[in-house]
């Protein structure tokens, strides 16, 4: 999945939201910057992200660089390796990720199935590895005609380990953004 996508899947997410009465941390967050979040977990390292950004390149240039693992370590935070282990005559891939986020966290493997629609949508789901439930998506709407791309990236995921919703949330706040402005970054050939 992700060159982005793992990154962000990885980030140890969860099932379904919670709500706020269920002990749950959101928070909807739009940037100066043109980026929007929505991150929530709860204290039992599950959460999802929903996030968005409108890129300046046509949905087919974003789907490229959504998807090339070498991109992968420069684009998302704590990746160390992206590599697509095979694919299918579909266009399904399976691909794993390798991610470390700091010096006091294990670093982390992911496998995941990814299910393409050119130029639309980037599927996926976790299938093995040290994160065992996630699923998600990147859409691609095109904009003025094809010239611009919105993506929207939805993801939910359980972390491996236990962690406070408030963590959780803050680093999906810090992260997703972060990658979302180098994806676009390298769309505009910035």
Same mark, same amino acid.
């Not at 393409?116 to 003025?144: K, M, N, Q, V, Y």
């Given at each position: 999945?992700? %060159?982005?996508?793992?990154?962000?899947? =990885?980030?140890?997410?969860?099932?379904?939201?919670?709500?706020?009465? @269920? #002990?749950?941390? $959101?928070?909807?967050?739009?940037?100066?910057?043109?980026?929007? +979040?929505? $991150? @929530?977990?709860?204290?039992?390292?599950?959460?999802?992200?929903?996030?968005? +950004?409108?890129?300046? $390149?046509?949905?087919?240039?974003?789907?490229? =660089?959504?998807?090339?693992?070498?991109?992968?370590?420069?684009?998302?935070?704590? +990746?160390? &390796?992206?590599? +697509?282990?095979?694919?299918?005559?579909?266009?399904?891939?399976?691909?794993?990720?390798?991610?470390?986020?700091?010096?006091?966290?294990?670093?982390?493997?992911?496998?995941? %199935?990814?299910?393409?629609?050119?130029?639309?949508?980037?599927?996926?789901?976790?299938?093995?590895?040290?994160?065992?439930?996630?699923? #998600? &998506?990147?859409?691609?709407?095109?904009?003025?005609? #094809?010239?611009?791309?919105? =993506?929207?990236?939805?993801?939910?995921?359980?972390?491996?380990?236990?962690?406070?919703?408030?963590?959780?949330?803050?680093?999906?706040?810090?992260? =997703?953004?972060?990658?979302?402005? $180098?994806?676009?970054?390298?769309?505009?050939? #910035?």
């Amino acid at each position: 999945m992700r %060159r982005l996508a793992p990154f962000l899947l =990885v980030i140890a997410l969860a099932g379904p939201a919670p709500s706020k009465a @269920q #002990g749950a941390d $959101a928070e909807w967050e739009t940037k100066g910057d043109g980026i929007t +979040v929505e $991150a @929530q977990a709860d204290n039992r390292g599950r959460g999802t992200v929903r996030a968005s +950004v409108d890129i300046a $390149a046509p949905p087919s240039v974003v789907f490229r =660089v959504i998807l090339d693992c070498d991109l992968a370590a420069r684009m998302s935070p704590g +990746v160390k &390796s992206c590599r +697509v282990v095979s694919r299918a005559p579909d266009g399904t891939e399976i691909r794993e990720h390798t991610v470390r986020w700091s010096f006091f966290l294990p670093t982390l493997r992911s496998t995941s %199935r990814v299910t393409l629609t050119p130029d639309r949508e980037i599927h996926f789901t976790c299938i093995g590895g040290d994160i065992r439930a996630c699923d #998600g &998506s990147w859409r691609l709407e095109p904009l003025d005609g #094809g010239r611009r791309t919105r =993506v929207t990236y939805d993801m939910w995921a359980s972390s491996p380990f236990p962690a406070p919703a408030g963590m959780i949330s803050a680093m999906m706040r810090k992260d =997703v953004p972060s990658s979302l402005k $180098a994806l676009r970054r390298e769309c505009e050939g #910035g």
